[in-house]
Structure formats: C-alpha cells, structure tokens
T-cell receptor, first 113, second 117 residues
Framework: AQSVSQHNHHVILSEAASLELGCNYS??????LFWYVQYPGQHLQLLLK??????LVKGIKGFEAEFIKSKFSFNLRKPSVQWSDTAEYFC???????????FGKGNQVVVIP | KAGVTQTPRYLIKTRGQQVTLSCSPI?????VSWYQQTPGQGLQFLFE???????NKGNFPGRFSGRQFSNSRSEMNVSTLELGDSALYLC????????????????FGPGTRLTVL
C-alpha cells in the first residue's frame, strides 16, 4: 500500500521565520502530488499541486513546493511566515490513473506573532 | 462556481443507529470521493463514485456504503453506528479523476461532523 510520511507533526515558529515541511511517499510509479491546508474552523483547501513539468511549483499565499523524484519527496516551503499561516498542512499523493488520495498525518503549524 | 456542499454539517447519533450524509459536487464534476478524518488516523479514503458506479474503495467495513445519482450528487450511509465512527466526513469532487491532468484536482467540502454517543 502506498504511504505518505510527514515528519515533525507540531511546528512552532515566530512570524517572519522560514517554514519547510517534509513529505515523502513510497510509490515508485507516476504520481500527482498535492499540499492541502486546513485553517482553524475552515475546510480543507488546495495550497498547490504538481502534475508534470517544472518540479518547482508555486501556490497560493507565497507557498512553493519542490518535487524531487529521486528522493520521492515533495517538500513545502515558505520564506517568511505570517500569523495567518497557523493551520494544519497535509501532503497528499495520487497514483496516476487512480483518483484515490493518500494523505500524510499532517503538520500542525503555529505561528507566534 | 459554487464549491462542494455537504449536508448536514453536524449530526449527533447514538450507537446502533444509522446515518446518511449528502454531498453535492462542483457543477460539471463527475467524480465524488469520501474521506474520514479523525485525530488518531488522520484522513482516510472511504470510496469514490464516478458515473453512478463505485470505482474505488478503501479499507472500511461493509457498514460504510455510498451511492451516486445521475446528477453526480452522492450520499454515504453508515449503518449500526459505533463510537469509533465519530469523525469528520469529507466529500471531494473532481472532473473525471483519472486523466492525470490538472482538471483532476480534488476539491473538498466543509465536511459533516458526526458524533456517536
């Protein structure tokens, strides 16, 4: 079965600090990759996605992620976080040709003003 | 376009009862997937429907079932509720789901919070 790993479940940062969240998956075939964010009291929203092409993808709110195929990784980054980035972040992987998303356990990020 | 809608938003049931949750996908989307979110297990895939047929199924007992209607709206049913079924149930829709193209991104609804007492 395909698995998705996210480390450092709880992350606490100060505003303006840089954020990097790791995501590794176990499937070796062609995959589509996603980061979703769940702000407090809100529903799961798409942050960014990778289907093909440039492995460095940019999403909303200044987030970006890099797909490194050789490392089976899709790490999320933001150079300077804001208090409003406090949320839970989920990495998700989908095998090509299959619409089932496999999620990581999530990263709870708290940004201190 | 309106987003994915789910009803009801909150439900309280007792053990042994059954429950039906509803999901209306984004207009034009034909694939509807259901996920269960709990603090311990995270987000887990339940099943996916496409053109009124179950196309994919996760590792949940047969008490969990679903269906899809000709207008792509979907319902999921949980029979003989157990305490462990307390969770946020999320519905997601996408256009076709298997093309591998950008249009197959899944968009999520707000969820139904089910509490089993």
């Amino acid at each position: 079965a395909q698995s998705v790993s996210q480390h450092n479940h709880h992350v606490i940062l100060s505003e303006a600090a840089s954020l990097e969240l790791g995501c590794n998956y176990s499937y070796g075939g062609t995959v589509n990759l996603f980061w979703y964010v769940q702000y407090p009291g809100q529903h799961l929203q798409l942050l960014l996605k990778y289907f093909s092409g440039d492995p460095l993808v940019k999403g909303i709110k200044g987030f970006e992620a890099e797909f490194i195929k050789s490392k089976f990784s899709f790490n999320l980054r933001k150079p300077s976080v804001q208090w409003s980035d406090t949320a839970e972040y989920f990495c998700a992987v989908r095998r090509y040709g299959n619409n089932r998303l496999a999620f990581g356990k999530g990263n709870q990020v708290v940004v201190i003003p | 376009k309106a987003g994915v809608t789910q009803t009801p938003r909150y439900l309280i049931k007792t053990r042994g009862q059954q429950v039906t949750l509803s999901c209306s996908p984004i207009s034009g989307h034909r694939s509807v997937s259901w996920y269960q979110q709990t603090p311990g297990q995270g987000l887990q895939f339940l099943f996916e429907y496409f053109s009124e047929t179950q196309r994919n199924k996760g590792n949940f007992p047969g008490r969990f079932s679903g269906r899809q209607f000709s207008n792509s709206r979907s319902e999921m049913n949980v029979s003989t509720l157990e305490l462990g079924d307390s969770a946020l149930y999320l519905c997601a829709s996408s256009s076709i789901g298997t093309s591998g193209r950008d249009t197959d991104t899944q968009y999520f609804g707000p969820g139904t919070r089910l509490t089993v007492l």
